[in-house]
């Protein structure tokens, strides 16, 4: 791992002066890429064999962290220039004994300067827009140069025409926080708090544009941290999806789909009304830009492919045949319809309710299911469209390995899987309240509040019983500390409440946590 001093370098307009939030961006998950390739009918990399992965604009390396730590096989890079981020990053990574990950301060035309291998996997989650052209035209030849035939690419950005009438929000930030004294943050929360005023007082700007209204309510619940990264940089640029296409068509780039994996399918995303329209479109990428323009689209998640692949490289029926099938969490209730976009999925009969019961387990490759004995009379064609969908509903996922099978149970020890996963939280969870947790099984993190969080953390090398004192000691110490940002005094003191939260966890959260191996009974 290497870093160096960045005060004085030229951000291109880019806020450095604080850092992003600790955030993990589960879009960007070796596996979930794959997979959207193959269902496309492309080749993609085998997130189950040795492969390269680079996260450019990496901010505090979280998500680069937790993937080296779901795939010990692989080899994880992250690249920032801003320097905070680098130290934060390698700080987590060296708590954790990841030799798997380097992080390196660079700007993207320094990249060449480093000793970087090819990439099966490039990946920047929200850097694109937010640059000048001069810096995307850098992430453009970084991806031409370094891309591995057959890899992929996963870009999200703000898009057009939708985020157009977001760029007024963006003008007033730029102008009401430039006549403010003091940091950064001082003058985007003073020029929030002017924009709020016009809102509340509603101004014209938002009664004639309630999209932006909708927004704008929104964004105010959001972290400070993303707000000043969203509107305070010198640059913000939304691109048409035509636009990012011809310019990656040019490097020789397929469009491969969309890594929020219902956008796959148009039932589950546009309306039936547009039809007849979408089937003049020409190409893939002419419906995806009719598309995007019905929606009024203000953000993508696309994922682009180099043809060509080599000896590492899976097939699609391959790919998806290989990997393992399952549902991250317990069925609650006897639920029998579930929306997959605006579409709604009939789980009480049939094959979908075939395949959900089939598979919920997470013992099946999908190869497996297919030739289940209970699902072959409905036939290959009804069995694979049920996996699709079930996936695009969230109810099922891709896996790498079978699901655990272990079950809450009193009188064991348990073990984070992970010591990245008990670095991190100690970095992160009382002061944003949250914190991730990485998979090997499924080959991504989960998210957890506060509470849950920390009761996951007090188990390890713990048993259950042990695990409600320790909960009480930790809210008042972490309470003297931080006068308890995330749980009011009055909950953390009240003995019902932490008796709730510790059975929620055991009832909840805790065979998720045992189903993806992220807890194990020793």
């Given amino acids: 791992m290497c870093a160096k001093d960045n005060t004085n370098r030229h951000s291109h307009g880019y806020v450095t002066e604080v850092p992003y939030t600790w955030s993990y961006f589960h879009y960007q998950s070796p596996v979930l890429l794959s997979y959207v390739a193959w269902l496309n009918g492309l080749p993609a990399p085998d997130p189950r064999g040795a492969f390269t992965h680079v996260d450019l604009g990496c901010g505090n390396g979280v998500t680069s962290n937790l993937l080296a730590a779901a795939y010990p096989q692989a080899q994880f890079y992250g690249i920032d220039f801003n320097a905070d981020h680098i130290r934060n990053a390698q700080r987590i990574a060296q708590q954790a004994d990841l ?70 929000v963006w003008k007033m930030m730029q102008v009401y926080a430039h006549e403010v004294e003091g940091d950064v943050q001082t003058r985007a929360q003073s020029a929030i708090d002017t924009i709020r005023q016009m809102h509340d007082t509603k101004a014209r700007f938002f009664t004639e544009n309630p999209t932006v209204d909708k927004y704008f309510v929104k964004m105010l619940k959001r972290d400070p941290r993303y707000l000043v990264h969203e509107f305070l940089n010198t640059h913000y640029e939304p691109q048409y999806f035509s636009d990012v296409a011809q310019t990656f068509s040019g490097m020789g780039l397929d469009f491969a789909g969309s ?26 990428v002419d419906w995806e830009t009719r598309s995007s323009f019905l929606r009024n689209e203000s953000f993508r998640w696309d994922v682009f492919q180099r043809p060509g692949g080599d000896a ?45 019961n089939c598979a919920e387990s997470g013992q099946f490759t999908i190869s497996e299911l297919k030739a289940h004995p209970d699902l ?28 655990g099978r272990d079950r ?115």
């Fill in 408 to 522: 809450p149970r009193v009188d064991v020890t348990y073990k984070m899987a992970s010591s990245v996963n008990l670095g991190l939280a100690q970095d992160i969870l009382i002061s944003d309240g949250k914190s991730y947790f990485s998979s090997p099984t499924n080959g991504s993190a989960v998210r957890l509040d506060f509470a849950n969080g920390l009761l996951a953390c007090l188990l390890h090398d713990k048993r259950l019983p042990d695990v409600p004192a320790l909960f009480a000691e930790k809210l008042v110490e972490i309470g003297q500390m931080t006068g308890h940002r995330h749980v009011s005094q009055d909950n953390t003191q009240s003995q019902t409440w932490r008796e709730t939260q510790f059975d929620g966890f055991v009832r909840k959260y805790l065979p998720r946590l045992l189903r993806l191996n992220i807890l194990r009974a020793e």
């Fill in 312 to 356: 590492d490289a899976c097939g699609a029926a391959q790919g998806l045949d290989a990997l393992y099938i399952g549902a991250l969490r317990e069925r609650a209730t006897n639920r029998t319809t579930a929306n997959v976009g605006r579409r709604a999925l009939d789980l009480g009969t049939g094959c979908l309710a075939s395949v959900r």
């Fill in 376 to 403: 072959i009379h409905y036939g290959q064609d009804a069995v694979d469209g049920a996996i699709v969908d079930l996936i695009a509903a969230d109810l099922l996922q891709p896996l790498l390995a079978p699901l």
């Fill in 99 to 168: 030799k798997n990950v380097t992080f390196i301060d660079a700007s993207f035309d320094e990249m060449s300067q480093h000793d970087l291998p090819k990439f099966d996997y490039i990946t920047l989650h929200g850097v694109y827009s937010w640059v000048s052209a001069d810096v995307r035209a850098q992430v453009d030849t970084v991806i031409n140069t370094m891309l591995k035939p057959g890899g992929l690419v996963y870009l999200c950005y703000n898009t057009l025409p939708g985020a157009a009438a977001l760029m007024p």
């Fill in 259 to 284: 890594a929020r994996v219902y956008r796959n399918d148009a039932r589950n995303f546009v309306s039936s009304r547009f039809t007849s329209h979408l089937a003049k479109a020409g190409s893939r």
